[in-house]
């Protein structure tokens, strides 16, 4: 949260966002270029990056190696957002590092953020890095690692105002990161109508590579040559398998390239023990068990209304978003599938105002404070539009 942030980041202004790559490639140069040499595996889409990236990064670090993991936003700690074998940084290496930046004034917070996970694994000399892109694929500060490998999850309409505003424009953008990798992978969940508008046509599809059959449920086998192996989806919601099938074929795209030898009983137990807090996690707050998750665009909460029918759970959520969110269509997707909507406003420079939220939920309570508005909703209760509210109500919570 804000207010926890090290001056030094915080003077960056969090919501700040630059459309390139010269500052921050300017800045790793003095730097010595601590990424040079690095190999990594850059995640880009509008949903599910996160969960692809913690579920590569639990594969791989199930076959011996040494992962480092950079991804965003964070939901309690700004050091959730670099991560080697699994341990977020420490807070003397984020400050000492961070003071190495400080000189470079100009760097937004997430540039800072990006150069600071570079020069950490560097330090950790991790045998691979796994990135996930802030923001499209053209100018993301994270392309500056010049992956060898991209894998993309799906294309939104997220983002609108810098990425374009209609999906073919974005997908253009999202494409740009898989035209300049040595392999470009294509997520199952990217749509075969907006496949040509991404502009990247050596980019290959992830069953090509692996295959994933649903067995029962969360269970499904995953196949590639020579292998055959039985597996559970680690993440809930059945638009992880979509997720799954893209990390499994980053996986393999990273064996074929020398980096591992992918065995089957590596990548079994690693996906047992993916854990990815705020993406459909129940977890216990005030002595009650909360449901999570981030939905934080039209898409993220239509997947959560479809969650929601399949598992015939109709719970009462408590809501709010940033300011650049379809709330109005949010409002629509979601309000069938809840028993009642609390209202809330977010501790952020970008919170949707409550008369906004109130206009797209009219038959809403109302109660500012996040918190006071989770006590006063009943059970089963959902938090959801925002990892900002997630990460507000995970301060005290544990996994449930």
Same mark, same amino acid.
């Given at each position: 949260?804000?207010?926890?942030?090290?001056?030094?980041?915080?003077?960056?202004?969090?919501?700040?966002?630059?459309?390139?790559?010269?500052?921050?490639?300017?800045?790793?140069?003095?730097?010595?270029?601590?990424?040079?040499?690095?190999?990594?595996?850059?995640?880009?889409?509008?949903?599910?990056?996160?969960?692809?990236?913690?579920?590569?990064?639990?594969?791989?670090?199930?076959?011996?190696?040494?992962?480092?993991?950079?991804?965003?936003?964070?939901?309690?700690?700004?050091?959730?957002?670099?991560?080697?074998?699994?341990?977020?940084?420490?807070?003397?290496?984020?400050?000492?590092?961070?003071?190495?930046?400080?000189?470079?004034?100009?760097?937004?917070?997430?540039?800072?953020?990006?150069?600071?996970?570079?020069?950490?694994?560097?330090?950790?000399?991790?045998?691979?890095?796994?990135?996930?892109?802030?923001?499209?694929?053209?100018?993301?500060?994270?392309?500056?690692?010049?992956?060898?490998?991209?894998?993309?999850?799906?294309?939104?309409?997220? @983002?609108?105002?810098?990425?374009?505003?209609?999906?073919?424009?974005? %997908? #253009?953008?999202?494409? &740009? +990161?898989? =035209?300049? /990798? !040595?392999?470009?992978?294509?997520?199952?969940?990217?749509?075969?109508?907006?496949?040509?508008?991404?502009?990247?046509?050596?980019?290959?599809?992830?069953?090509?590579?692996?295959?994933?059959?649903?067995?029962?449920?969360?269970?499904?086998?995953?196949?590639?040559?020579?292998?055959?192996?039985?597996?559970?989806?680690?993440?809930?919601?059945?638009?992880?398998?979509?997720?799954?099938?893209?990390?499994?074929?980053?996986?393999?795209?990273?064996?074929?390239?020398?980096?591992?030898?992918?065995?089957?009983?590596?990548?079994?137990?690693?996906?047992?023990?993916?854990?990815?807090?705020?993406?459909?996690?129940? @977890?216990?707050?005030?002595?009650?068990?909360?449901?999570?998750?981030? %939905? #934080?665009?039209?898409? &993220? +909460?239509? =997947?959560? /209304? !479809?969650?929601?029918?399949?598992?015939?759970?109709?719970?009462?959520?408590?809501?709010?978003?940033?300011?650049?969110?379809?709330?109005?269509?949010?409002?629509?997707?979601?309000?069938?599938?809840?028993?009642?909507?609390?209202?809330?406003?977010?501790?952020?420079?970008?919170?949707?105002?409550?008369?906004?939220?109130?206009?797209?939920?009219?038959?809403?309570?109302?109660?500012?404070?996040?918190?006071?508005?989770?006590?006063?909703?009943?059970?089963?209760?959902?938090?959801?539009?925002?990892?900002?509210?997630?990460?507000?109500?995970?301060?005290?919570?544990?996994?449930?």
């Amino acid at each position: 949260m804000p207010d926890l942030l090290p001056l030094s980041l915080s003077r960056r202004g969090p919501s700040r966002i630059r459309p390139d790559l010269a500052a921050l490639e300017a800045t790793l140069a003095a730097l010595g270029s601590p990424h040079a040499g690095l190999r990594s595996v850059l995640v880009v889409g509008t949903n599910g990056k996160g969960s692809t990236v913690a579920m590569l990064d639990a594969i791989l670090a199930a076959h011996g190696l040494r992962v480092g993991r950079f991804t965003s936003p964070h939901l309690v700690s700004v050091s959730e957002r670099v991560t080697i074998d699994g341990a977020p940084i420490t807070d003397a290496t984020l400050a000492r590092l961070l003071g190495t930046v400080d000189r470079f004034d100009d760097l937004t917070f997430f540039e800072t953020l990006t150069a600071v996970a570079l020069m950490a694994f560097a330090e950790a000399r991790v045998d691979i890095a796994v990135l996930e892109a802030g923001m499209g694929g053209r100018w993301d500060a994270t392309r500056t690692a010049a992956s060898e490998i991209a894998g993309l999850t799906n294309v939104g309409t997220d @983002h609108a105002r810098w990425l374009g505003t209609t999906r073919e424009a974005i %997908a #253009h953008d999202k494409g &740009a +990161a898989l =035209a300049a /990798a !040595a392999v470009g992978i294509v997520g199952p969940g990217v749509d075969a109508a907006i496949r040509p508008h991404l502009d990247a046509p050596a980019a290959i599809d992830a069953a090509t590579l692996v295959g994933l059959e649903v067995v029962d449920g969360p269970r499904c086998v995953a196949s590639w040559p020579g292998a055959r192996v039985e597996v559970t989806v680690p993440l809930d919601g059945p638009h992880q398998r979509d997720n799954l099938q893209l990390a499994l074929a980053l996986a393999r795209a990273a064996a074929d390239r020398g980096w591992l030898s992918l065995d089957p009983g590596c990548v079994r137990g690693g996906l047992q023990r993916v854990t990815w807090p705020g993406r459909l996690s129940w @977890h216990h707050i005030e002595g009650r068990r909360v449901l999570l998750d981030g %939905a #934080h665009n039209l898409e &993220a +909460a239509t =997947a959560l /209304a !479809a969650t929601l029918e399949a598992v015939s759970l109709r719970p009462h959520l408590v809501f709010s978003c940033l300011d650049d969110k379809p709330v109005e269509a949010m409002a629509r997707v979601l309000s069938p599938v809840v028993a009642s909507v609390t209202l809330c406003v977010l501790d952020d420079e970008r919170a949707m105002p409550m008369e906004r939220l109130q206009a797209a939920f009219p038959d809403a309570r109302t109660v500012a404070d996040p918190r006071l508005a989770l006590a006063r909703t009943p059970d089963p209760a959902l938090a959801a539009g925002s990892l900002r509210l997630v990460g507000t109500l995970l301060e005290d919570a544990e996994v449930a």
